[in-house]
């Protein structure tokens, strides 16, 4: 099946010249938005497998809708494409929900390459910026470790459990899993279990 992707930029040659790339490489771009206003009002009934946005959109920013695509529509996956590389505005943008982030200095094969992959689940960074996520996010969470059960029940997720599964198992309540996944997702700065499985994987808590 075809790959369905929208293009958020504000910029209608950029737009117009990546929908093209998209569309010459067999990929269907099912719709296109300047702002994040007009982002958030389309995606819904666009249904995209992939967002391909820029940060610097007009109100509300990239940041914003893609937290907002990210808690409405989870399994819609959010790929920046953006001028700026600073570390800032790729950890803002990884905490929002984004599953990867290029530069726009990225070549078309490479973007074509990550909208594939992002696709299919795959964190998807400009060389250099993926140390710098998971630095962040290693740092973060010495900072403020998880309990023994907090990890636990991070493993049952990431293995693809329930929240009604992990309570059986460990033998708890439903409302005390989401409050231990609740505290994991504040202690981790992450906004939802999409986030939070990813995180998880990749950190080996899966195998564990």
Same mark, same amino acid.
């Given at each position: 099946?075809?790959?369905?992707?929208?293009?958020?930029?504000?910029?209608?040659?950029?737009?117009?010249?990546?929908?093209?790339?998209?569309?010459?490489?067999?990929?269907?771009?099912?719709?296109? %938005? +300047?702002?994040?206003?007009?982002?958030?009002?389309?995606?819904?009934?666009?249904?995209?497998?992939?967002?391909?946005?820029?940060?610097?959109?007009?109100?509300?920013?990239?940041?914003?809708?893609?937290?907002?695509?990210?808690?409405?529509?989870?399994?819609?996956?959010?790929?920046?494409?953006?001028?700026?590389?600073?570390?800032?505005?790729?950890?803002?943008?990884?905490?929002?929900?984004?599953?990867?982030?290029?530069?726009? +200095?990225?070549?078309?094969?490479?973007?074509?390459? %990550?909208?594939?992959?992002?696709?299919?689940?795959?964190?998807?960074?400009?060389?250099?910026?993926?140390?710098?996520?998971?630095?962040?996010?290693?740092?973060?969470?010495?900072?403020?470790?998880?309990?023994?059960?907090?990890?636990?029940?991070?493993?049952?997720? %990431?293995?693809?459990?329930?929240?009604?599964?992990?309570?059986?198992?460990?033998?708890?309540?439903?409302?005390?899993?989401?409050?231990?996944?609740?505290?994991?997702?504040?202690?981790?700065?992450?906004?939802?279990?999409?986030?939070?499985?990813?995180?998880?994987?990749?950190?080996?808590?899966?195998?564990?």
């Amino acid at each position: 099946m075809s790959i369905r992707v929208m293009v958020v930029d504000d910029h209608p040659m950029w737009r117009e010249a990546v929908e093209r790339d998209l569309t010459e490489a067999g990929l269907e771009v099912v719709a296109t %938005a +300047s702002d994040g206003r007009e982002a958030l009002a389309r995606v819904p009934a666009a249904r995209p497998d992939v967002v391909l946005l820029d940060l610097q959109i007009p109100a509300p920013d990239g940041v914003a809708v893609t937290a907002a695509i990210a808690e409405q529509l989870p399994q819609t996956r959010v790929l920046i494409l953006s001028a700026s590389g600073e570390q800032a505005d790729v950890l803002a943008a990884v905490k929002a929900g984004a599953t990867g982030y290029l530069v726009k +200095s990225a070549s078309r094969e490479e973007l074509l390459d %990550a909208v594939r992959r992002v696709a299919e689940g795959d964190a998807v960074f400009t060389p250099g910026l993926a140390g710098l996520v998971l630095g962040e996010f290693q740092r973060e969470t010495v900072e403020t470790p998880l309990t023994e059960r907090e990890t636990e029940v991070l493993r049952m997720v %990431a293995k693809g459990l329930s929240y009604r599964q992990i309570a059986e198992r460990l033998v708890v309540s439903h409302r005390t899993v989401q409050n231990h996944v609740q505290n994991t997702l504040r202690k981790l700065q992450m906004h939802n279990r999409v986030e939070l499985t990813r995180y998880a994987i990749e950190h080996g808590l899966d195998q564990a």
